[in-house]
């Protein structure tokens, strides 16, 4: 069992789950009907996303072995090297072939996407190691994530475009939040984060305003019937009881339990609200 565990740590598991999540959240944005959710396609889909994803975090494993080893959140990474290098070369092979049998634009998508990635955890010159360009590659990447998603039901549109900066836009939240929680980790090996380079102070107001920001922005989106209100409603009462809960009880927290325990606390909120998104969307598809 701890060999399991061991195992799936290395394979960051956790963090993989989490990141497929935005793909897919494409693909139950685009349904129209619960039957469109259960054909062959979307699970390859899954599959595919899957496989890209793992990728993604065998590099990012390979590039950032040296750091990883002295962050506590990742400690269970150290001596994995070859592990990861192994993974990397049968994960890239796997999403190319699974995403070759739906369509080219996935193809295409899921190579953009890596490389992305790849620019991000390159080791000592990679965006991780810049303030603000670490940020904008986790915009960009959920973009183009979610648009992967979409096009499996729909082809991809201004629609699609739309909803798809208010998801990137969580997820840039979330990864400065990340960077919060890594602060003395990063700050020790040298690694120029926005939360080491501008401070916890000033990159917790940055959170604020990108998470603060995102729910806005969805709420502007519907009232000017871009999207339908009633279907993201649960996302906009998630979004503002965040925002007030960081307001009133993180305000003056910059310690690294607070941001582990926000963390935790937002991804429950936005978990729910994803569930009665599509039990809503669902009622009306019938």
Request: proline share 2%.
């Amino acid at each position: 069992m701890k060999k399991i565990i061991s195992i799936l740590k290395s394979a960051r598991s956790a963090e993989v789950a989490l990141m497929i999540g935005f793909p897919i959240t494409g693909t139950l944005v685009a349904f129209d009907s619960i039957q469109d959710l259960f054909s062959k396609d979307i699970l390859i889909f899954i599959l595919g996303v899957f496989l890209l994803c793992s990728a993604v975090y065998s590099f990012n494993g390979w590039a950032g072995t040296a750091e990883d080893e002295k962050n506590i959140r990742l400690s269970a990474l150290k001596g994995k090297r070859k592990f990861f290098l192994l993974s990397l070369i049968i994960f890239i092979a796997g999403f190319l072939v699974v995403f070759s049998t739906l369509s080219s634009f996935l193809v295409i998508s899921s190579i953009v996407s890596f490389f992305l990635w790849m620019v991000y955890s390159f080791p000592k010159k990679g965006f991780k190691y810049r303030p603000i360009l670490g940020t904008l590659i986790h915009f960009v990447g959920q973009v183009l994530h979610f648009e992967m998603g979409y096009s499996i039901i729909k082809p991809t549109d201004s629609y699609s475009l739309y909803v798809s900066i208010y998801f990137a836009l969580l997820f840039s939240a979330g990864h400065i939040n990340h960077e919060l929680i890594d602060y003395e980790a990063d700050k020790e090996t040298g690694i120029q984060t926005g939360a080491v380079y501008f401070g916890k102070k000033v990159w917790a107001v940055v959170s604020f305003i990108l998470f603060a920001g995102a729910t806005v922005y969805l709420t502007w989106i519907s009232i000017a019937k871009t999207v339908n209100i009633i279907v993201v409603f649960p996302f906009i009462a998630a979004g503002f009881i965040h925002v007030a809960r960081k307001l009133m009880t993180y305000r003056f927290d910059f310690s690294r339990e607070r941001f582990l325990t926000e963390r935790s606390f937002y991804r429950f909120a936005y978990f729910v609200a994803g569930i009665l998104f599509i039990v809503i969307k669902g009622l009306m598809t019938i």
